[in-house]
């Protein structure tokens, strides 16, 4: 159980079941086209996840990814990423043939992702798919164009605009579409109707194929947690359509854009680029639009872990044209009254609070009002650039409304991690776990299994630190463009022994499924 309910209080704290999981993004499943995806190896995995005694399935953002391949820079808060389709499924469909998809196949590269081959051969094929699908006499179909109508109409067109201007951002395209002239918006409806109808095929195809993977996936009493990122991309349909809901000009410029201040880990700050949004305006709407989101969040996923969740109690904004994060400024965001709001219209829903970073007074009030577990993150517990606060990530410090992770997406891998901190670092290690033998290649064990046995309700550990690999597999360096999100499971990486072993730890701390 993540989240705190309100009769939580009046429970014994011996209800509260112990669980654990795996960050697993669905990219990084093995297949051989080259990109994990909804295929019989996802189904396959979470088939090992039960026999391995887990509960959880954690997986990144599931977005149509842009510039960088980053899943929280995506063209759509909405909208599924066409690249996880399985084509098998096509196959079997009818509407590709295996000799179609040979080209496409990339056994020899397993265990890493060529996204410019990606992006000039999967599209292409897709197309074929939709031209011979006969999609518009389907009924599933126009039930689907229906219900997401609110939402997919204006992000067919961004793509297939998007795709006449030559994959340009949207703030690049000619004035009249750019700002959505009416004239224009209907100009570009019939000139692009079927590139506008097969992004809305791509759509249906993605949510078909993920509603049934999940679906099995529940059936083994296992739940999804998603991720959403707390922004939206600048160049994404949200900003497009809705230029309101950000602190944009009346040309669609941003007077000011999301980051992180400078701090230990960064002299000159993050700048991520991303549009901030207008609060004031969401409040007088009644969060209308955040509501909308995370409605559709919680019919994809069981569970949604919110990224950068200190950006709800203050957000950091940088001046629109600056080189770093240096010269930006907090001011506040919406506190509890989001919440609240949330809780009143969709009920209680389970939600991990991503509050890493520099978390004040203030962001820890929000997470304790908010009644969400907070992230325990291990390897913040041993690093002398921190603040003032990383006792709070020790483990024997971990309260019971809490997640507890080894790692993240952004952080090195537990083993590269142990390499690259200092030599003082390590010793704290080796004090804390009271281990001075157990050999470095093997030492990822201990800290896996030290953070099972904290008090946190679920325990979530990155898949590559199960599999004790380095820094060469992980999956993101913030701050860095072109190497990043590339890492795959290869073909015999989840062994019996592993999933035996994994099995074992769980059921030793009492996180079993089912136990």
């Known amino acids: 159980m993540m989240q705190v309910p309100n009769n939580y209080l009046k429970e014994s704290v011996n209800t509260v079941k112990r669980t654990a999981g795996i960050l697993l993004s669905i990219s990084s499943l093995p297949s051989k086209y080259g990109i994990g995806c909804f295929s019989k190896s996802a189904y396959e995995f979470a088939d090992w ?6 509960s959880y399935w954690q997986i990144l953002p599931l977005g149509p990814t842009s510039y960088g391949d980053s ?10 990423n066409p690249y996880f389709i399985s084509l098998e499924d096509l196959i079997e469909e009818g509407v590709l ?11 020899s590269k397993e265990g890493t992702i060529d996204y410019k081959k990606l992006y000039e051969d999967r599209y292409p094929i897709l197309r074929k798919a939709y031209e011979r699908s006969n999609i518009s006499k389907n009924p599933d179909y126009q039930q689907f164009l229906a219900e997401n109508e609110w939402w997919l109409s204006d992000y067919a067109l961004f793509m297939a605009v998007k795709d006449r201007f030559e994959g340009r951002p949207w ?34 195809t993605f949510y078909k194929q993920w509603n049934k993977l999940k679906a099995y996936v529940n059936s083994l009493g296992i739940r999804m947690i998603g991720d959403i990122p707390i922004y939206v991309a600048m160049d994404s349909a949200d900003a ?3 230029p309101s ?5 009346e040309k669609n410029v941003p007077y000011a854009v999301a980051g992180c201040p400078p701090d230990g880990f960064s002299a000159t700050g993050q700048l991520w680029g991303n549009p901030l949004y207008r609060w004031e305006y969401h409040r007088r709407t009644g969060y209308e639009w955040w509501l909308q989101r995370l409605s559709h969040c919680f019919k994809l996923y069981d569970a949604v872990r919110i990224d950068h969740f200190r950006g709800f109690d203050q957000y950091y904004s940088i001046p629109y044209g600056a080189e770093t994060a240096i010269t930006g400024h907090w001011e506040q965001g919406p506190g509890i009254d989001l919440f609240n709001r949330v809780r009143q219209v969709l009920g209680e829903k389970e939600v991990i609070a991503e509050d890493l970073g520099y978390v004040t007074d203030s962001v820890r009030k929000l997470v304790h009002d908010s009644g969400f577990p907070g992230m325990k993150v291990l390897e913040f517990a041993f690093d002398s650039r921190d603040s003032g606060c990383a006792s709070d990530y020790l483990p024997h410090n971990y309260p019971e409304n809490s997640v507890a992770y080894t790692g993240t997406h952004d952080n090195e891998t537990l083993a590269g991690w142990f390499d690259s901190i200092t030599k003082e670092e390590q010793e704290l290690v080796r004090d804390y776990l009271c281990d001075y033998y157990t050999p470095k290649k093997y030492l990822y064990r201990s ?4 953070v099972m046995r904290s008090k946190a309700a679920l325990c979530v550990i990155p898949m590559q630190d199960h599999l004790g690999l380095d820094n060469r597999y992980r999956m993101n360096k913030p701050s860095t463009v072109g190497e990043n999100w590339k890492w795959r499971l290869k073909k015999g990486d989840l062994t019996d022994q592993l999933k035996a072993e994994i099995r074992g730890m769980t059921r030793r701390y009492g996180r079993l499924n089912g136990q």
Do not use: H, V
């Open 97 to 107: 043939t295996e000799k179609e998809c040979e080209k496409l196949e990339t056994e």
């Open 171 to 204: 703030t690049e395209w000619a004035e009249d579409i750019r700002l959505r002239y009416g004239y224009a918006m209907d100009y570009y409806r019939k000139e692009l109707y079927f590139d506008i109808e097969f992004q809305k095929y791509l759509q249906f």
């Open 447 to 450: 800290l896996n299994s030290l």
């Open 245 to 249: 809901l950000f602190q944009l000009d």
């Open 71 to 80: 899943p929280y820079q995506s063209f759509s808060t909405y909208a599924g």
């Open 49 to 54: 996840l039960k026999e391995a005694g887990q």
């Open 240 to 242: 497009w359509a809705n």
